[in-house]
């Protein structure tokens, strides 16, 4: 398989294991990176060490000039067009509507959603420019459907994601081009259990499954969304949550 796929934020967390899986499934992978080069570099390597092809490049998803010359070395690096990206780069603030800054909320905006919108605008020109079905996979959040406390920005930034979602499906259909989003519940990562050490028994106490997800359960679903199997699936909001955001508050 001669495939290209892009993933953003691939060096650590979901992203990293999103890059190995797609490596592993034939693709060469080029990923971006914000202050995380050792880490980059690792996922390069162990993606080289299996037979694979990978690319780790730092750019800023929010900066318009960063994201053009991220895909310039990217399809220099190639050859050609992109055929899968995912946007899965994302940041969040723990803040009160309240006592959030302007400062935090702009860099959380900026790089969850703008840094959707321009990351899709460049791959979709390219493949349309390349002749070239594509697929493009947004990685939502439980939060895309409902409030969660102290993440305001996070959570604006979720919901415009799956609207954004919607629009570039159905501006891009036409061309050929898959627009979808995966949803995650609790993912247990390296930073989630950072922020929470009890965080694997506390969410799956509440997940339905009774567990909580990994990396590699959102890995699938991603991956299917760039098989044939999938091409008349655009537009949709895919839920990898163990059911966690299905159930309604129940008192009895």
């Known amino acids: 398989m001669n495939r290209l796929a892009v ?3 691939g060096s650590t967390g979901i992203g990293r294991c999103l890059v190995k899986a797609f490596a592993s499934s034939g693709y060469s992978v080029a990923f971006s990176y914000v202050a995380t080069g050792t880490a980059a570099a690792d996922v390069v ?3 080289e060490d ?3 092809h990978a690319l780790g490049l730092e750019c800023d998803v ?3 000039k960063e994201v053009n010359a991220f895909f310039e ?4 690096w190639f050859g050609a067009a992109p055929d899968v990206l995912v946007n899965n780069a994302g940041v969040q603030t723990w803040s009160s509507l309240l006592e959030l800054d302007e400062a935090s909320w702009d860099r959380v905006i900026s790089t969850n959603l703008k840094g959707c919108f321009l990351n899709i605008q460049v791959a979709a020109r390219l493949m349309i420019a390349d002749n070239k079905k594509g697929t493009i996979v947004n990685i939502g959040s439980g939060c895309n459907k409902l409030a969660f406390p102290k993440l305001v920005d996070y959570t604006a930034s979720k919901g415009g ?3 954004l979602t919607k629009v570039s499906a159905a501006e891009l259909g036409p061309y050929g081009i898959t627009v ?3 949803a995650p519940g609790a993912i247990v990562t390296e930073r989630t259990l950072e922020e929470a050490p009890d965080y694997p028994q506390t969410w799956s106490a509440i997940t339905p499954l009774r567990r909580v997800g990994t990396p590699e359960d959102i890995a699938g679903p991603v991956l299917f969304l760039a098989t044939p199997a999938a091409s008349f699936i655009t537009g949709q909001t895919i839920w990898v949550d163990g059911g966690l955001f299905t ?3 129940w008192p009895y």
Request: charged share 15%; with cysteine; proline share 4%.
């Open 7 to 9: 993933v953003t934020g």
């Open 45 to 47: 390597h162990e993606v």
């Open 50 to 52: 299996e037979g694979g």
């Open 62 to 64: 929010g900066l318009a």
């Open 73 to 76: 070395k990217v399809t220099s």
């Open 161 to 163: 994601i799956e609207q």
């Open 180 to 182: 979808n989003c995966i």
């Open 247 to 249: 159930q309604a508050p």
